[in-house]
């Protein structure tokens, strides 16, 4: 590599380290000020002034914070919600390689958030795994007005593969066996799951079988996350508890909550917020007033134990400050 060093430093400076035999930017930066002195005989202040040119030349001028930094790690690391203020609680969104999960009791809007986050990320491919109900495929069109330089012409849809599964070996092979296939043929974004726990309570009489086939679609899931760079969001339900002051708590117990790196909790408010405020809205409206919800991070490696609030519109769920 020729040295550019007479682009840098003054002509008579460079005349004398050139001539001591100094023609590059490393040995300037790795020789100490005595070394280059008695090579030279220039004074140690000229020589500083040699260093602090080569060093400045050298070294990339960085304004980065340490958010800015994080955040722009998050970008490669994490999948979007849908939801821009939801985005920011998890500094950027679903975590890449690992299982996220959505619980709360019914009418918190669970499905809808896995439908925005498929809709979202509709130029990777999604797989959206039903459990309980059909796909909202009518919800979907609805939602799909929300996405961002929204063109009617466009099917976000047909990236979204949708299975129906009701029974938990069913859910198991579904993971193993033709999800690898799947995945190798499409560059997967989004795993979803909605819900968890229905093929679960089917059967649920032997706990020790639940937990190893729990254990057993759990680490499927986490190895697809992350051998493909995907994430996965299981949406759960609840269960009663007498020990819980909020008196509920995400089913499938240990054997499960083990596994998820992400916990999230949607609840209801008795929160309501003019519809005035909102550009959109749907039937959920009474006396002109719509029920506030709020999203909980549980628990996250990386976040902090954050909230934020949202109601749910024609188009989606919208975070509200």
Not at 67 to 81: A, D, P, S
Request: glycine share 4%; proline share 3%; aromatic share 6%.
């Amino acid at each position: 590599m020729m040295s550019h060093l007479h682009l840098i430093l003054p002509p008579k400076l460079y005349e004398n380290i050139e001539r001591a035999g100094i023609n590059t930017a490393k040995q300037i930066l790795v020789l100490s000020v005595w070394e280059i002195k008695k090579k030279t005989n220039l004074s140690t202040q000229d020589i500083k002034l040699i260093k602090s040119y080569v060093a400045n030349e050298m070294s990339p001028s960085s304004i980065l914070t340490s958010k800015r930094i994080l955040h722009e790690r998050n970008i490669n690391t994490k999948v979007t919600t849908g939801c821009s203020e939801i985005n920011s609680v998890l500094e950027g969104g679903y975590r890449i390689g690992t299982i996220t999960e959505i619980f709360g009791e019914s009418g918190t809007g669970k499905t809808q958030l896995g439908i925005q986050a498929a809709l979202h990320n509709w130029p990777k491919s999604v797989l959206y795994i039903c459990t309980e109900d059909l796909f909202p495929i009518k919800r979907l069109n609805e939602i799909k007005r929300c996405v961002p330089n929204y063109d009617p012409n466009v099917d976000y849809g047909k990236n979204i593969f949708v299975e129906h599964i009701i029974e938990a070996r069913d859910l198991l092979s579904c993971i193993q066996v033709r999800s690898p296939k799947l995945l190798s043929q499409h560059r997967f974004s989004l795993i979803i799951i909605d819900s968890i726990a229905a093929p679960f309570r089917v059967d649920n009489s032997n706990y020790v079988q639940r937990a190893e086939e729990l254990r057993e679609l759990s680490m499927a899931l986490i190895n697809f996350s992350q051998q493909y760079k995907l994430a996965v969001l299981c949406i759960n339900q609840v269960t009663a508890s007498f020990n819980n002051s909020d008196n509920m708590l995400p089913s499938l117990g240990l054997a499960w909550s083990n596994m998820v790196s992400t916990r999230l909790w949607v609840r209801k408010t008795m929160k309501t917020i003019d519809v005035n405020k909102i550009k959109a809205f749907e039937s959920e409206i009474c006396n002109d007033k719509i029920l506030v919800k709020e999203l909980i991070v549980t628990f996250a490696p990386d976040l902090a134990n954050d909230k934020v609030q949202y109601v749910i519109t024609d188009r989606g769920i919208k975070g509200i400050t």
